[in-house]
């Protein structure tokens, strides 16, 4: 399948059977989800045929595919917010009582039924706009085998989720798969693939390059698969921190109850943040920036003290962002390279309010040699970029002008093994220059190879530093989990060191 002139896949033959789990890896970009789109009847391939139980899947019709037994979940859920569990449920294929009027008491009580069968104890009058992103997206696969789905595939099933929530998923994958149930899933992440894999099927560039039991290939050799070279170091050195103070944070509450923070980011250090789902890296993050107004404290980026609540302020002192949500928050998908990577300094490229393609593109085409973007050019929209060619631009977009402290929330949140690589380069060598850094992430390996320090934080504070030598204990994931969920009383050491 070819997507504008570009080769997208390229004779990709495979088969999936009942009663197995096959990870489909590759980098962003190599086709997965435009495989799953065609498996799934969205996606009218160019060539090739899908075949269901023997029998021919009509090209480009996802109806015939439910039909025959195929649903999807895909990466971005498909539920209705607004609608309550056992409506989504049930959405197309109501119960209705003797009289064609809607049985909202069989539903309900069908639901009920379904969500305990998967170890759920929600309501199914509970709007699904106020689950988290992990329970309504087991109510999707819920609705999805309820109608008779013989094969399941999940895109991205984990992108989202806390690791709590991974690890249900995983065994409501198995108990599927031991139903019967041929199940595809794609992940970036290789512990998932052990978790709950029998088979991985590894796309590089469009092609199919290895289709083997798992218990046959190491996690090298997935990886090795998935970039077409060794991957000698996911983690580069991490340079030393310099001794100015470049950020200060002093007495920040940055929601009602919690407790004020206070710390200082050094030039060229990495100030790592851990903690569970919703413990308060994104509003601790926020508000530093000036996305969320913090109820009292101040911020200072090298000596000059920023206006609360106001990004501009942040700008024009020199602090940069790169927030979580990369598709909502993070660019404009639908602009070009060179439009996204204007946006933060606009002013910088006008005259007389008209904006310099020349200066623009001469400044910017610079800086995103120096990210090693892969692209057609500057003028190629962002949504057809991969995950880790789109986080570059957000990180590059910021080096047009002068950076003395960044605010990193997730880097790496969606990016396949072989793009992390080189945003871990991009940190470092930030770092190295003399950058001051601020990254959250839930991803440990992350926090652990890459910062100076780490905070652990918990209910909206700080509630342990960990200090290089504690992170390079043996121990230090058990010591993080149980500040995290408030399993160690110890105290903290004090953060403005």
Not at 61 to 83: D, H, K, N, R, T
Not at 121 to 128: F, G, L
Not at 153 to 181: F, K, Y
């Amino acid at each position: 399948m070819s997507f504008g002139g570009i080769p997208v896949l390229k004779g990709i033959t495979f088969t999936l059977e009942p009663g197995t789990v096959t990870a489909l890896a590759g980098e962003n970009g190599a086709g997965k989800s435009t495989l799953m789109k065609i498996a799934s009847g969205q996606y009218r391939p160019d060539n090739g045929q899908v075949q269901v139980r023997g029998q021919h899947l009509p090209s480009g019709s996802a109806q015939a595919a439910y039909s025959l037994g195929v649903a999807i979940v895909p990466q971005e859920l498909a539920s209705i917010p607004e609608m309550m569990v056992y409506e989504n449920l049930f959405i197309g294929r109501e119960l209705k009582n003797g009289f064609g009027i809607l049985d909202r008491g069989a539903m309900i009580k069908a639901a009920k039924g379904y969500l305990e069968e998967f170890g759920l104890e929600t309501d199914p009058k509970t709007p699904m706009k106020a689950l988290p992103v992990g329970v309504r997206q087991i109510i999707e696969i819920i609705k999805a085998t309820h109608r008779g789905a013989r094969v399941l595939l999940l895109d991205e099933p984990t992108s989202a989720i806390a690791e709590r929530e991974v690890a249900r998923l995983a065994g409501i994958v198995r108990t599927l798969r031991d139903q019967g149930v041929a199940i595809l899933f794609t992940t970036h992440k290789m512990e998932e693939i052990r978790a709950m894999a029998d088979r991985v099927v590894v796309l590089r560039d469009g092609k199919l390059v290895t289709d083997t039991p798992l218990g046959e290939i190491t996690d090298d050799g997935i990886v090795t698969a998935m970039i077409g070279r060794e991957l000698d170091q996911l983690f580069p050195d991490r340079p030393d921190a310099g001794a100015s103070t470049v950020l200060e944070v002093d007495n920040l509450v940055i929601a009602p109850g919690a407790d004020p923070i206070s710390f200082t980011v050094r030039s060229g250090e990495i100030l790592g943040l851990a903690g569970l789902v919703g413990a308060g890296r994104t509003e601790l993050i926020e508000c530093i920036y000036g996305i969320r107004k913090p109820l009292s404290g101040t911020v200072r980026v090298s000596g000059s003290t920023l206006k609360p609540g106001a990004p501009l302020s942040s700008i024009a002192r020199n602090l940069a962002i790169v927030p979580e949500d990369r598709k909502g928050a993070g660019a404009v998908l639908s602009m070009s390279v060179l439009d996204n990577a204007t946006l933060p300094r606009i002013a910088a490229f006008s005259k007389f309010g008209i904006l310099s393609r020349r200066k623009r593109q001469g400044t910017i085409g610079t800086v995103m040699k120096l990210m090693r973007l892969k692209s057609n050019g500057l003028d190629q929209h962002l949504e057809n970029l991969s995950g880790g060619n789109q986080q570059k631009v957000v990180f590059g977009r910021w080096l047009t002008g002068q950076v003395d402290a960044l605010l990193l929330d997730e880097p790496t949140r969606g990016v396949d093994v072989g793009a992390r690589s080189e945003i871990y380069r991009i940190i470092t060598e930030l770092s190295s220059a003399g950058m001051a850094v601020v990254m959250a992430s839930s991803d440990m390996p992350e926090i652990l190879s890459l910062s100076h320090r780490a905070f652990v934080m918990r209910e909206l504070g700080v509630v342990g530093e960990l200090t290089r030598a504690q992170l390079d204990s043996p121990t230090v994931q058990d010591t993080i989990f149980r500040l995290a969920s408030g399993q160690n009383t110890a105290p903290v050491k004090d953060t403005t060191s």
